[in-house]
């Protein structure tokens, strides 16, 4: 399974149910990477989303408690991490896209993680674990530093050490 995110240097990944900033370069690279993939979020991520529906060209899974969710193009809903593991058995190419509590627990079922790393620090409520310093993880692929709207980042591939 595979995460991606994008995180500042003190690895914040959201403020306020949204995003830390608007970078088109990075939600193109989001889309081309999980474009026809299967999706995983929680309920508060699905809503942070445009018309708080699913996302366009992706199967899209929703882990929520609330047994009566239901939202536009969000094809399946589970209430429980065994109900979700179950229900990723079925299928292949998975990315986890959020938010915070949905990462850190599905982190340890993750082989690849796609990381923005954007040279700036935020203001932030929600936060990733540093991948930098855990022993399970090692950069594999690092893009050239990029720029738009005057912030710095680059893309991270980082890998389960096996």
Same mark, same amino acid.
């Given at each position: 399974m595979n995460l991606i995110l994008a995180a500042d240097e003190n690895w914040a990944i959201g403020y306020k149910g949204g995003l830390l900033c608007h970078i088109p370069g990075d939600l193109k %690279?989001?889309? =081309?990477?999980t474009s026809g993939s299967t999706v995983v979020m929680g309920?508060?991520?699905?809503?942070?989303?445009p018309g708080s529906k699913g996302l366009p060209?992706?199967?899209?899974?929703?882990?929520?408690?609330?047994?009566? %969710?239901?939202? =536009?193009?969000?094809q399946i809903v589970v209430h429980s991490m065994e109900e979700l593991t179950e229900e990723l058995k079925k299928?292949?190419?998975?990315?986890?896209?959020?938010g915070e509590s949905?990462?850190?627990?599905?982190?340890?079922?993750?082989d690849t993680c796609y990381i923005t790393r954007i040279y700036e620090q935020f203001p932030a409520d929600r936060y990733f674990v540093d991948l930098d310093v855990d022993v399970n993880f090692k950069v594999t692929w690092k893009s050239d530093m990029k720029?738009?709207?005057g912030i710095r980042y680059r893309f991270f591939k980082y890998e389960r050490k096996h």
């Amino acid at each position: 399974m595979n995460l991606i995110l994008a995180a500042d240097e003190n690895w914040a990944i959201g403020y306020k149910g949204g995003l830390l900033c608007h970078i088109p370069g990075d939600l193109k %690279f989001f889309k =081309e990477q999980t474009s026809g993939s299967t999706v995983v979020m929680g309920r508060a991520t699905l809503e942070s989303l445009p018309g708080s529906k699913g996302l366009p060209g992706r199967t899209n899974i929703v882990l929520t408690g609330n047994k009566d %969710f239901a939202a =536009e193009r969000v094809q399946i809903v589970v209430h429980s991490m065994e109900e979700l593991t179950e229900e990723l058995k079925k299928h292949d190419d998975v990315f986890v896209i959020g938010g915070e509590s949905v990462y850190k627990t599905l982190l340890p079922l993750c082989d690849t993680c796609y990381i923005t790393r954007i040279y700036e620090q935020f203001p932030a409520d929600r936060y990733f674990v540093d991948l930098d310093v855990d022993v399970n993880f090692k950069v594999t692929w690092k893009s050239d530093m990029k720029e738009e709207n005057g912030i710095r980042y680059r893309f991270f591939k980082y890998e389960r050490k096996h």
